[in-house]
């Protein structure tokens, strides 16, 4: 069994407004110290064993959970008993 976690991120091309509100409610509350916010998501899984994981993981993300044009991605595997 694995613990799948995958980060996915505007492509740096892309504007990010969750980024920039989260930035500007940080400088209205004093926190002038913060030049950029980029927000980002993670998705968790749970995944059986499987030989092929990175494959697959690659499959998912492509398929359904990432938006290639507009996003990034990366993920770690951690094997759990």
């Known amino acids: 069994m694995y613990e ?3 980060f996915v991120t505007l492509k ?3 504007i990010d407004p969750a980024g920039t509100a ?3 409610a940080l400088h209205r509350l004093d926190f002038a ?3 950029t916010v980029r927000v980002e998501k993670m998705i968790r899984m749970t995944i059986a064993s499987t030989d092929e994981i990175e494959a697959r993981i690659e499959a998912m993300c492509k398929a359904l959970l990432v938006n290639t044009v507009m996003e990034d991605y990366r993920y770690e595997i951690e094997k759990i008993s």
């Open 4 to 6: 799948v976690k995958v």
């Open 12 to 14: 740096e091309s892309i």
């Open 22 to 24: 989260v930035k500007d």
């Open 33 to 35: 110290e913060v030049q």
